[in-house]
């Protein structure tokens, strides 16, 4: 992406749909290639409605959306604004989210050079509006950590909006990035899930 690795020049992306638009037309979705998204946060959002984009466009859809630590994308947000915050507040909050190094935070060349991608992230998912629900004939799976969203059965019932099958739930101790101390359960449970869709696959 745009403010990144070898495009770290380049000015980062602030829209999620902006980004949808270029995903759709750069991804290699072949007919004969089954495939599926994983994301966290900001990135499960970007995964389901590209997805979601995918079926108002009658592209090839994945046969898996696992979307993890995001807020069904229907509901409003119920958090605090970062993105439009000082650099210094702003790296504050980061520190309190946790996930992110904290020798890294406290890098001030290391952050000058991140700090427009970051922000950026956060503006993309913070000013992306609420999404109608799209019902989408997909499997999906949720994760969420509990002290990051109490309000699981809500979120489990909200999401299920979006799909014509109930999504499963997965719910792990921790906060926004219990994927640092789950990652070997997490990667179970897309390891089981693809194979039973391989297993249905005709050969």
């Known amino acids: 992406m745009p403010g990144r690795a070898e495009r770290l020049n380049e000015k980062p992306l602030e829209s999620i749909d902006e980004l949808i638009d270029i995903l759709i037309n750069e991804l290699p979705l072949q007919d004969s290639i089954p495939y599926a998204f994983f994301g966290h946060s900001l990135g499960a959002r970007i995964a389901y409605q590209l997805t979601r984009e995918l079926k108002l466009r009658r592209k090839k859809m994945p046969q898996h959306l696992f979307v993890s630590a995001v807020r069904s994308?229907?509901?409003?947000?119920?958090?605090?604004?970062?993105?439009?915050?000082?650099?210094?507040?702003?790296?504050?909050?980061?520190a309190e989210l946790g996930g992110t190094d904290e020798a890294a935070l406290h890098n001030k060349e290391l952050m000058e050079l991140l700090l427009p991608a970051l922000k950026a992230d956060f503006k993309m998912i913070e000013t992306c509006p609420p999404a109608d629900p799209v019902p989408l004939d997909i499997h999906a799976s949720l994760l969420f950590g509990k002290s990051d969203f109490?309000?699981?059965?809500?979120?489990?019932?909200?999401?299920?909006?979006?799909?014509?099958?109930?999504?499963?739930?997965?719910v792990f101790d921790g906060g926004h990035f219990f994927i640092h101390d789950y990652t070997r359960d997490i990667v179970d449970i897309i390891y089981k899930r693809l194979k039973r869709h391989m297993m249905t696959m005709p050969i």
């Open 73 to 94: 994308p229907n509901l409003p947000r119920n958090r605090d604004n970062l993105h439009h915050l000082p650099d210094a507040e702003f790296l504050e909050k980061m």
């Open 150 to 170: 109490p309000d699981t059965e809500i979120q489990h019932l909200s999401w299920q909006k979006h799909f014509h099958k109930t999504p499963e739930c997965h």
